[in-house]
Each structure stands twice: as structure tokens, then as C-alpha cells.
């Protein structure tokens, strides 16, 4: 089946840094959508995109859909603690054995006070 | 508005014995999923419904059942639980097409001693 690659696959960083993460894929989609997941809950929904080229922000957080439809990226900015996570990118493919959302293996965030 | 509810929260199950995890939406969504996750591996689709009175499988479904009892509940079904199904399970829903992602449920933590 289709596959998303999400890099990296972890991160450390200091309070305060910029963040920036990628998902790619061999296949085109025409919705990339980022999602959150706290320790020990599930995933929420951060950012979606709709168009190619599309910049879309929320608060310290800006996604991209990439101008190929093949790639999206997140950037966080000045980081702060409960930014720790992991973030999951997802494109929207119709049917198939993985149902609607294809979903990255994750970004794994660690902030240090 | 609760969203996604899962029942239990954790669960700890001796080698051959069966559970049912239950999920319930109010959010009057079509769509319903069933995902497990384990480090490193991301999200995985056991099994989805996109309509009532339907299932379908995902990437992993061995050793699951599912049912679709109703627009509201869908429910994953262990009929005899293998340490290789210690995870996270997590339930979502999403509308027809998902053009807004899916809504997760807060997992159910399940470990197969």
C-alpha cells in the first residue's frame, strides 16, 4: 500500500528552538493534515491542507503542501515544553486496505526546559 | 461533547483469554476505525467501517473481529489475546470523505501477559 516517509524520526531540542519536520511520498494527495498526540492520549488534529502551494499557520505552528502534492512540512516555532509529542502527517487516499487517512510513522519531540 | 469515547482505559489480559473494546461517537460521523500502536510503528488500521452495516479490513487484522452495532458504536473484538497484541489501541471516526481528518478517541492501553 501507499506509504508516507516522516523525518526525522526523532527530535531533541532546547526550549526556545525552531522546530521543522517532513513527510514524503511517492503518491500525490490533495489533503496533507498534521496531528499531535500528548503522551498518553490520542491523536488531534493540528493543521489541514487543501491546495498545492498552500501556507496555512496556527499560532506558532505553519504547514505546507508542497508544490509537487508529494510532500508536506510543520514548523514549530520558539518551542516551548508542551510542544512535547509526536507528530503524525496523514494524506487523504480514498478506499484501500488503509481506509481514508494514510498516516506517517511519526516525529517523536523532545523539549528540554 | 465527548467525541470518541473508548471503554476500558487499561486492560490486562492472560494469554488466550477474550475481550471486547468498545468505542462510541457522537459526532454523527460514517466513518469508524480501529488503529493499534507500538513504538516505532506508527499508526496501523486493524479494521474500518465506513458506512453502518458495514467492515472492512485493514493492514493488520489477524486475530481481531469487529462490529459495527450501530451508526454510534463499532466495537474490536479479541477472541484470544496473544502477547503480540500487548499495544495502544485507538479508536477514530471520521464524516463521509474525511476531508476534515478523523477524531480519536483517547486509547485503550492493553497488555497480554
Known amino acids: 500500500g501507499q506509504q508516507l516517509n516522516q523525518s526525522p524520526q526523532s527530535m531533541f531540542i532546547q526550549e526556545g528552538e525552531d522546530v521543522s519536520m517532513n513527510c514524503t511520498s511517492s503518491?500525490?494527495?490533495?489533503?496533507w493534515l498534521w496531528y499531535k498526540q500528548d503522551p498518553g492520549e490520542g491523536p488531534v488534529l493540528l493543521i489541514a491542507?487543501?491546495?498545492?502551494?498552500e501556507l496555512t499557520s496556527n499560532g506558532r505552528l505553519t504547514a505546507q503542501f508542497g508544490i509537487t502534492r508529494k510532500d508536506s512540512f510543520l514548523n514549530i516555532s520558539a518551542s516551548i515544553p508542551s510542544d512535547v509529542g509526536i507528530y503524525f502527517c496523514?494524506?487523504?487516499?480514498?478506499?484501500?486496505?488503509?481506509?481514508?487517512?494514510?498516516f506517517g510513522k511519526g516525529t517523536k519531540l523532545s523539549v528540554k526546559p | 461533547n465527548a467525541g470518541v469515547t473508548q471503554t476500558p482505559k487499561f486492560q490486562v489480559l492472560k494469554t488466550g483469554q477474550s475481550m471486547t473494546l468498545q468505542c462510541a461517537q457522537d459526532?454523527?460521523?460514517?466513518?469508524m476505525y480501529w488503529y493499534r500502536q507500538d513504538p516505532g510503528m506508527g499508526l496501523r488500521l486493524i479494521y474500518y467501517?465506513?458506512?453502518?452495516?458495514?467492515?472492512d479490513k485493514g493492514e493488520v487484522p489477524n486475530g481481531y473481529n469487529v462490529s459495527r452495532l450501530n451508526k454510534r458504536e463499532f466495537s474490536l473484538r479479541l477472541e484470544s489475546a496473544a502477547p503480540s497484541q500487548t499495544s495502544v489501541y485507538f479508536c477514530?471516526?471520521?464524516?463521509?470523505?474525511?476531508?476534515?481528518?478523523?477524531?480519536f478517541g483517547s486509547g485503550t492501553r492493553l497488555t497480554v501477559v
Open positions: 491542507l487543501y491546495k498545492a502551494g
Open positions: 496523514a494524506g487523504l487516499n480514498y478506499g484501500g486496505s488503509q481506509g481514508n487517512l494514510i
Open positions: 477514530a471516526s471520521g464524516p463521509k470523505g474525511a476531508l476534515e481528518g478523523y477524531t
Open positions: 459526532m454523527n460521523h460514517n466513518s
Open positions: 503518491s500525490i494527495f490533495n489533503t
Open positions: 467501517s465506513a458506512s453502518e452495516g458495514t467492515t
